[in-house]
DNA sequence: TTGTAGGCGTTATCAC
DNA sequence: GTGATAACGCCTACAA
């Protein structure tokens, strides 16, 4: 059995209540009594129980962070950003997928169960019923990430998407001088692609330009299927004042690649650009023009509000919404103006 | 004040201990009660206190992963791989890097005040003094990913570095013609990099070629800064037979836009292979022969160890360890064989 | 099959 | 300043 608390009080010839407050930093305590006690807790290497402080107190100082999924820089770039603020607040960051595996074994699921957790920032990119749910009785701080529960009062940190995605479509229609933007989204039924249409959508009909449905298309955020996509597609889309819009970086650099593939020169005869500014955005040749999306601060905010509502659960809900960034380099063909 | 075992044992008209019997499950009670129990832990809302229930049971449930970084598709992969397997086996997961803050802000140090944790997966760069120490009277069963510690008894997982880098250099040598092999490792003291240059040494040494210092060079494992060097360098590694051997992908990656930048020719003038099979390794031009490193199934094994002992304290140690695998692309000059 | 009671290791509230 | 002692919520012999 491990040392507890007693048995320090036993060996500095004190009482329990002693050694807890020398263990808590408590000031009324006499320094003499405080340098037995410390002694002895060295010497029995001494490490307070968690389990029994937190039934007391409450808390258990690890804070959860569940995300859609844990593939690709984008998450890994939350987590890394979350991470850090965990760390400087004194809490330890649990991480998990929502999805993947049965819906029992997500993290949500066993939080609802019973957890230690002080609570839990969850990102989810599609707002299932069965999610919104599970989220709407929680007993526990909840901050979303990039969505919004109606009804349900909850802190959350968004990224301003349609800002974003106007920036960079207008720069491609203002400066580039593209007369025709191409689409490449993610699933239809995510919430980011979503929001990027209709930046996309409405930046067009602000510009005059005609809206195709042809020209948009759905695929899955990945690089092999934009350049399976664009392998087939993007000699139809070369030419005078087009240019195409892909809803991440991953996707604009398959088509990219396709591009060089199949011989249509980038951006001379098609401006592309991306979304995320991860990392393949400066590895892609030409460089990818595309939208900062402050990843790790997501993260960092996202459990900066967290940890802020579980030392105070009063607090009116916060909205923190962070505001991306057009970063033009070569793809599009146009300098920064 | 939530509701408690005897909450639900009033509403039920039982004792608490058969509440407590219906909720773990225990089969010696009776049908009805059982129901009547259950009905009330509905009505209530009822949810155990995990940390009354750890002080009985002495165990979270939760287990830690802590790594150099969180920076990369490596550790995200690693990660990723952890977390399904925690989820699989009803654990939670706690991520950390070790890196970045001071010293008083690491995960470990916070397991080693007080943990909750039941066990620890360590990755670690650089054995220091430092860490070593934290790790030897951790008093949780830990399972330590790439390294060893001697002495200690642990679990561990590790990849063999020496026989993958082994197999890309020979193939260099062996397959593509390859005279002279450059190395551009991460830093000196990292053991992944040292595990590797001296495969490649030995590698160079069995086929006879001449190994000169000259044509080994340390960096930081970045795409940047391996970019910069072959700016610099590339044209002077050139040549007929020459090849380059870079400790991991993204670095290959900077190599291949730097040389196409100087107009050097890959695999023509110069083979070049990376190492981990990271996503960009099929994402440059010409894609990446590289040597691939089971991420996933690294921290999955990790934490399926570390779960283990956590029910077994007992059990012998375990070393588990993981092959790689030449990937033949096209950046070497030479089809596999 | 069910109930009683003791204990898990802390912190908090009182007295002294 | 310090020490009893009562919670905290649960599990588990042991008794009935």
Redesign the interface.
Known sequence: MAVSISDVARLANVSISTVSRVVNGSNLVNAQTRARVESAIRQL?Y?????????ML?K?E?V?LVLPD????F??EI??GA??QA??L?Y??????SR??EES???LH?I?????LDGVAVMVSELTDQVHELLT?LRLPLVLLDSDIEGASHDSVVIDQRQGAAAVVRHLVMRCGAQRVVFVGGLKTNVDTIARFEAYRGVLEEGGLRFSADDVYYLDYG?ESAYALARREVRGWAGRGSALFAANDEMA??IL?AA?AEGVRVPGELAVVGFDDT??A????PPLTTVRVPMAEMGARAIELLCERVSDPKRPAARVSLQPRLIVRESCGAKAG
Chains 1, 2 share one sequence.
Not at 282 to 285: F, H, I, K
Request: net charge positive.
């Open positions: 290497g490490r307070p129980n968690p389990f029994a402080r937190g039934l409450r258990s690890i959860g844990l593939h690709g820089e998450y890994s987590i890394r991470n850090v760390r400087q004194g330890s960051l649990v991480v998990s997928s993947g595996g074994h997500s993290l066993a609802k169960q019973r957890s230690l009785d690089y650099a398959g690649a060089a990392r393949v400066r590895m892609t040749r």
